[in-house]
């Protein structure tokens, strides 16, 4: 009776030539909107006798029940090819080695200060820390170094006003310290330090370990115990300490530390510059005036301080030969110290 044999043929042909979702979408502009072919086809509906309106009506829906189901395994197809080959170019191949990951490791100044603190801990000191911006009253004046006095010119500092600075040691820790804690004491102070002084051994910015001791019956025969501990654990078991006589405002007496050269064992070489002794730090026994500047009872309390420098034991353990190496973060140079 009624008759759509050219629009389906149409339609199949033009079915055939979907590839993708594009064609899938013109297709259905074509036959399913408002301006396709199935809605004219039922737009003609005015031109069909009254009577045959009903069976009229019903081919056409016909026609697009057909076609919207042609047209739905159509798009079902399309979507499953889509999805294979996506998943056939995001296949990974878990069997791959994967590039293996580097691990990093702590700088070697970091190692030194922890086994030197190590060191230190097994006798009992505890940590104190201390500002880096300090004023000229700790870092000097209460550490006995007097105002004019020619021993302020040993340390060349970085001033920020007339009354701070940049702290040139870690003793105005010792000061920090004696004024919250009173004795026994037994800390340690490490930090970074500054001075106007750059050489092969010396950098504006270093990093010191204090040690302070404040007790009855303190003498320098406890530092000298305390340090040959110390030597023995960070350079080797037969390492000695050798004190000789020198001077800091705030220890009386005071002392320069060598330790036996544990490249050579005392014979002399290259590193000890054939001395057989390797200078590592200053120490002594605290001035009374600093104590007293601090509160403590001089008559009754005696104690033993000692400062030193970190990248100094760091270069003499791994034989570094220039201070600015540590400061450089070049990776080659760092990766050495990998465990
Ligand atoms: N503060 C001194 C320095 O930086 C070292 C030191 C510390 C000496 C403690 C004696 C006692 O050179």
Known sequence: MFNADDLKKGFLS?????????NLSD??????????????????IRNVAKEDKKAYGQFVNDVKTWAQNKYEEKKSEIEKAALKTRYENETIDVTVP???????????????????INVFAGMGFEIFEGP???????????????????????????WLTDELLLRTHTSPGQIRVMDKEKPPIKVLVPGKVFRSDSDATHSPMFSQLEGLVVDKHITLCDLQGMLDEFVRNMFSDSAKTRLRPSYFPFTEPSVEVDVSCFRCGGKGCSLCKGTGWIEVLGGGVVNKKVLENCGIDSTQYS?????????????LKYGINHMGKMFENDIEFLKQFKA
């Not at 033009?14 to 594009?22: A, G, P, S």
């Not at 994967?98 to 030197?116: D, F, I, R, W």
Request: net charge negative.
């Open 303 to 315: 104690g033993l301080a000692f400062g030193i420098g970190i990248e100094r034991i760091t270069m």
């Open 27 to 44: 297709l259905w502009k074509k036959y399913f909107s408002k301006q396709g072919s199935i809605q004219g086809l039922m737009s003609g």
């Open 132 to 158: 880096e911006i300090e004023d000229d009253d700790h870092n000097f004046t209460r550490l006995n170094v007097l105002k004019d006095h020619p021993s302020r010119d040993m340390q060349d500092t970085f």
């Open 14 to 22: 033009d079915l055939e030539n979907v590839i993708n979702e594009n």
């Open 98 to 116: 994967s590039n293996a990951q580097e691990v990093g490791c702590l700088h070697p100044l970091t190692t030194v200060k922890y086994e030197m």
